[in-house]
């Protein structure tokens, strides 16, 4: 069964920094793209970022590009988000999930961690 | 940037009906759009991709269809457990945008 937890989340200052981290298990996890999407709770989803199998390509949404950077670890069954330069408005449920075809649809959701940027 | 318009906002309908659901883009995004289902305290649910493929598990009572700027998730017989939000998404270009969502609620 397909298993993705993320874990990382909390409460952070603006300006400040967090890495999100996510734990995938149930599948072969260097077969697949990955992705981070992001909802405001009671809000709609927001496609953050994306990575190929091996690392060798990756996408974000202008909001975050320049911020933050997605990463893998495919011997770790990992993949990371780092997000740097925090702002009011990244706060929001981070879910990784599995791509499809790729590494913008995604097939498979873990339930997220949620991030705070508050002062 | 490809902006994804659902409509209607909100669709009442009762269990056996028929739901037919909405995705306009503002340009072409050839065949390359997804529909998610997502339910309350849930993480999203992928139904379709690529405009028509059924993902792994999913009923086939849900049918999607359309391509270039017109799409359309069909329920053809809603069931209980089909009331929730709905979003389309697409990946032709930067950035892969999500539309606002549909909630469908039981009438």
């Known amino acids: 069964e397909v298993h993705l937890v993320e874990s990382g989340g909390g409460v952070v200052r603006p300006g400040g920094s967090l890495r999100l981290s996510c734990a995938a298990s149930?599948?072969?996890?260097?077969?697949?793209?990955m992705t981070w999407v992001r909802q405001v709770p009671g809000k709609g989803l927001e496609w953050v970022s994306g990575?190929?199998?091996?690392?060798?390509?990756?996408g974000y949404a202008d909001s975050v590009k320049g911020r933050f950077t997605i990463s893998r670890d495919n011997a770790k069954n990992s993949l990371y988000l780092q997000m740097n330069s925090l702002r009011a408005e990244d706060t929001a449920l981070y879910h990784c999930?599995?791509?499809?075809?790729?590494?913008?649809?995604?097939?498979?959701w873990g339930q997220g961690t949620l991030v705070t940027v508050s002062s | 940037e490809i902006v994804l318009t659902q409509s209607p906002a909100t669709l009442s309908l009762s269990p056996g009906e028929r739901a037919t659901l909405s995705c306009r883009a503002s340009?072409?995004?050839?065949?390359?759009l997804a529909w998610y289902q997502q339910k309350p305290g849930q993480a999203p649910r992928l139904l379709i991709y690529?405009?028509?493929n059924r993902a792994t598990g999913i009923p086939a009572r849900f049918g999607g269809s359309g391509s270039g700027t017109d799409f359309t998730l069909t329920i053809s017989s809603l069931e209980p457990e089909d009331f929730a939000v709905y979003y389309c998404?697409?990946?032709?270009?930067?950035?892969?945008?999500f539309g606002q969502g549909t909630r469908l609620e039981i009438k």
């Open positions: 999930a599995r791509g499809v075809g790729g590494y913008v649809f995604s097939d498979y």
């Open positions: 690529d405009a028509s």
């Open positions: 998404q697409h990946r032709s270009n930067w950035p892969p945008n």
């Open positions: 340009q072409s995004v050839s065949s390359f």
């Open positions: 149930g599948f072969t996890f260097d077969d697949y793209g």
């Open positions: 990575i190929n199998w091996n690392g060798g390509s990756t």
